[in-house]
């Protein structure tokens, strides 16, 4: 990290819309020399429970209580004053003076979404004023060397994605590809392929979830796992080769009175755990994310070892990338992978921190877009920059994917 100081010369704040047209809010920081950038933030449906809160103005008679006004006001009215004409040795020294000013251990005062947005406009102006790339930056502020991710890319959808005609919320396919082009390039004909085998088998083509993947209606979640394996075999490639599986179960959204209200069936942790392995053993998966409920401490290490050896373990709202709740994890060894979301925690360096103690600890990380998200690219200077395993950002269609998908394959080609 360079030494020199930076001076925030004025901070301003715009309401925006997502990619389910709700609110958000996007930043424009200047620098002291006239530099100038801006960065908005995404916004989950799926979220943990322990996540740093989104701030949503509550007003029912506008955006149905989603509008991001106060967010707005409290960049205008609190953050502005307090930062304008302040100098900042590091991004850790900015994004502390944030949490400072929000004052509570889950930004409910300012708002995440908020400080966020401050957080991740001032990291690309800063880097705009020293003339590196965003990704440059991130990795300066981690010290790690950066390296591509393995795509995940949502290609069916159930749960709170779509219209919980299946439990489950994300099943993804992951191309095991020399370069982000040649993974883009298959996951065009496993995508096709899919849509085709679902015009075949409902009749009808099938409709798409938040984020872009196809979300028809299946009976149960092996049905989407089966169908995955299907449409990577009519697109010519090799399930378990050249094309493996990621499933997102999400299941804290339908465990009901200490049961996983799994396709109809009524499972027990014991159970469930049990389900998870035979998928595990049955499919080639990379990785199961929330196989068990956020607050099912005692059992996430009993699936952790049970799935060893078959695939990754892997925590979003069970970790929401806290890091008090990933320090917790580690000691007990719950799992082994973590889902990286930056609005879970509300700061870059806060990112940063979690992203560290998951590297400490020898677990994989994964970069993650969010549901609701905006057509900013800053993700994938993320997941470069972090040296991040893997990343999931959705779907191959719609522009707030697209977006992270064409910022990978400009980074990739910047180093040809
Ligand atoms: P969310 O879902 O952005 O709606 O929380 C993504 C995920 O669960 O991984
Ligand atoms: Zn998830």
Not at 249 to 276: C, N, P, R, W
Request: with cysteine; proline share 3%; hydrophobic share 40%.
């Amino acid at each position: 990290m360079a030494t020199e100081l930076t001076r925030i010369e004025k901070l301003s704040a715009l309401e925006i819309l997502d990619s389910r047209g709700r609110p958000t809010i996007k930043c424009f920081c200047t620098l002291e020399g006239g530099i100038s950038a801006s960065a908005s933030v995404p916004s989950g449906a799926s979220t943990g429970g322990s996540e740093a809160m989104e701030l949503r103005d509550g007003n029912p008679n506008r955006f149905r209580g989603l509008g991001c006004l106060n967010a707005v006001s409290n960049l205008q009215q609190v953050l502005a004053p307090a930062l304008e004409g302040e100098s900042f040795s590091s991004q850790a020294a900015l994004d502390h003076r944030l949490q400072e000013l929000d004052g509570t251990s889950d930004k409910s005062n300012l708002g995440a979404n908020t400080l966020l947005a401050v957080s991740l406009a001032f990291a690309r102006a800063t880097a705009c004023s020293r003339k590196i790339s965003l990704h440059q930056y991130f990795s300066e502020i981690l010290g790690v060397k950066p390296r591509m991710p393995r795509l995940t890319v949502n290609l069916f959808s159930g749960g709170k994605h779509a219209g919980e005609q299946v439990s489950i919320q994300d099943v993804l396919i992951v191309p095991n590809a020399e370069s982000i082009k040649d993974s883009l390039a298959s996951v065009y004909e496993v995508y096709q392929s899919a849509a085709d085998g679902m015009l075949e088998r409902f009749g009808m083509r099938a409709l798409t979830a938040d984020e872009g993947g196809l979300a028809p209606s299946f009976e149960n979640s092996i049905q989407v796992l089966e169908e995955a394996c299907s449409a990577i075999e009519r697109a010519g490639l090799k399930p378990g080769q050249e094309m493996h599986l990621a499933v997102d179960v999400a299941s804290s959204h339908f465990y009901k009175e200490s049961k996983y209200e799994l396709d109809g069936e009524s499972l027990t942790g014991q159970e469930m755990i049990q389900t998870l392995n035979e998928w595990a053993s049955r499919f080639p998966l990379v990785s199961i994310e929330d196989g068990l409920h956020e607050e099912a401490w005692e059992f996430w290490p009993e699936l952790t070892q049970a799935l060893d050896n078959l695939c990754l373990t892997l925590g979003d709202d069970f970790l929401c990338t806290n890091p008090g709740r990933i320090r917790r994890a580690v000691k007990s060894s719950a799992c082994n992978a973590l889902l990286l979301k930056l609005n879970q925690v509300g700061t870059l360096s806060e990112g940063a921190e979690a992203c560290r103690l998951a590297r400490e600890a020898g677990w994989k990380v994964v970069v993650s877009a969010r549901s609701g998200e905006t057509e900013d690219d800053w993700l994938a200077d993320l997941a470069f920059g972090w040296a991040a395993d893997y990343i999931k950002v959705g779907s191959i269609t719609q522009s707030e994917r697209l977006a992270k998908y064409n910022r990978l394959l400009e980074i990739e080609s910047s180093y040809d």
